[in-house]
């Protein structure tokens, strides 16, 4: 006979996102795809961080109204650094996804995860329309050559 799974709640307050965020670092930090983003290139303060990034999914999922906005600016100077690809992007949302449903089911808990989607498909979008030519690392000359125009 199955044991039956004890049923999940739903992202009730501002500590269940918090409990959702620090699950989701927790992962996310030792992660073999995405993990140097975080500890080599941003060394994140993970206690700066937490509280911010609760805020933001606290506005979002039960409408706190605590986040300032401006949340693609860190990923563009982050970019800059160590291009963020759209493989990337997918596994924060398998990451993500994965934590939200380990933790939670219900209304918000989807919620998270499609709001989720929508952001990263966003960031990645700007991140590929910002993205400068690759400068060549030795100051290797390119030019272009094609026949001459009739
Ligand atoms: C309860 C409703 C919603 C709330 C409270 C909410 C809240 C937010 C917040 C706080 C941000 C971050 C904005 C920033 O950093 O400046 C954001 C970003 C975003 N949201 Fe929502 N959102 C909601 C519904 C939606 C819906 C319905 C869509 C699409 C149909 C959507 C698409 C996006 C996208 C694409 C971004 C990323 C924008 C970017 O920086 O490129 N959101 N949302
Ligand atoms: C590969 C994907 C991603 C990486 C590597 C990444 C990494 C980071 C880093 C390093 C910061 C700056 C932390 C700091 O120094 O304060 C940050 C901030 C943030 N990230 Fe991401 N991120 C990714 C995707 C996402 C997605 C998909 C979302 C939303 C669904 C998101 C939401 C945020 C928010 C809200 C902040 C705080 C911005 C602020 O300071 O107001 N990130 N992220």
Not at 16 to 21: G, K, P
Not at 60 to 85: C, D, K, M, T, V
Not at 87 to 106: P, Y
């Amino acid at each position: 006979m199955t044991v039956p799974e004890p049923a999940r709640p739903d992202i009730r307050d501002r500590d269940d996102v918090e409990r959702l965020v620090r699950a989701f670092y927790e992962r996310a930090l030792v992660d073999p795809v995405i993990g140097f983003l975080f500890v080599d290139v941003a060394r994140l303060d993970l206690d700066a961080h937490v509280p911010v990034i609760t805020s933001f999914w606290a506005t979002i999922l039960l409408g706190e109204g605590s986040y300032r906005g401006g949340a693609f600016r860190p990923h563009a100077a982050l970019n800059a650094q160590a291009r963020l690809r759209p493989g990337h992007f997918a596994r924060w949302l398998l990451l993500w996804r994965a934590t939200v449903d380990e933790l939670f089911a219900g209304p918000r808990a989807e919620q998270a995860k499609h709001h989720a989607e929508r952001v990263a498909r966003a960031f990645d979008g700007r991140l590929r329309g910002i993205e400068p030519p690759l400068e060549p690392a030795t100051g290797l000359q390119i030019s272009l050559h094609r026949p001459p125009r009739d």
